[in-house]
């Protein structure tokens, strides 16, 4: 075999990760980040928020006709949100895997939302679906000097 490995290496990528207003009054914030780090992601940005409808708005622009859109945006509007960047190989799709499905229901157990919720309107996370829709939600919800680069000392012993 004298393929290298970097030509089948993932991209390595930025996902945007935040805890709903129901996951921080239910005290998993630590819980979730934690999901992140043990995998072995890195965390680029981390805040608690308080959005308001303008930026959520934006951020749910392709939902603005959907009959639970006023409900999402009085859900999202109701506290604080947990506002974060992972970096790592293929995060954004990791990441999504690692939140479940939409719906809790359909959830797998050891999913974050498959372990800590039950209705689609509560379903205390959201995580970009596509690495365009990351950049574009990393640019909405944090400055550019909130986003650091820095160097991760566990990186040798989580990547090959
Ligand atoms: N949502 C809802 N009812 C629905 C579909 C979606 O309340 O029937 C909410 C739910 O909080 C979901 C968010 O709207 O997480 C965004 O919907 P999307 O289809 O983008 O799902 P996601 O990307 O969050 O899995
Ligand atoms: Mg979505």
């Not at 990791?94 to 209705?119: C, H, K, W, Y």
């Not at 939600?137 to 160097?151: G, S, T």
Request: with cysteine; hydrophobic share 35%.
């Amino acid at each position: 075999l004298t393929r290298s490995r970097s030509a089948v290496r993932m991209a390595m990528e930025r996902t945007y990760i935040m805890i709903k207003p129901d996951g921080v009054q239910r005290g998993l914030v630590g819980e979730i980040i934690k999901r992140f780090e043990q995998r072995g992601y890195k965390l680029g940005a981390l805040k608690l928020y308080q959005a308001n409808e303008d930026l959520l708005r934006k951020h749910y622009g392709d939902l603005q006709e959907k009959p639970f859109f006023p409900g999402l945006l009085k859900y999202m509007t109701s506290g604080p949100v947990t506002c974060m960047v992972w970096e790592g190989e293929n995060v954004v799709r990791m990441g999504r895997q690692m939140l479940g499905e939409t719906n809790p229901q359909a959830s797998a157990p050891g999913t974050i939302r498959g372990d800590f919720s039950i209705v689609v309107g509560r379903n205390i996370c959201h995580g970009s679906d596509s690495v365009a829709s990351a950049e574009k939600e990393i640019k909405l919800w944090f400055d550019d000097n909130e986003v650091l680069a820095w160097k991760d000392h566990s990186h040798a012993w989580v990547y090959e």
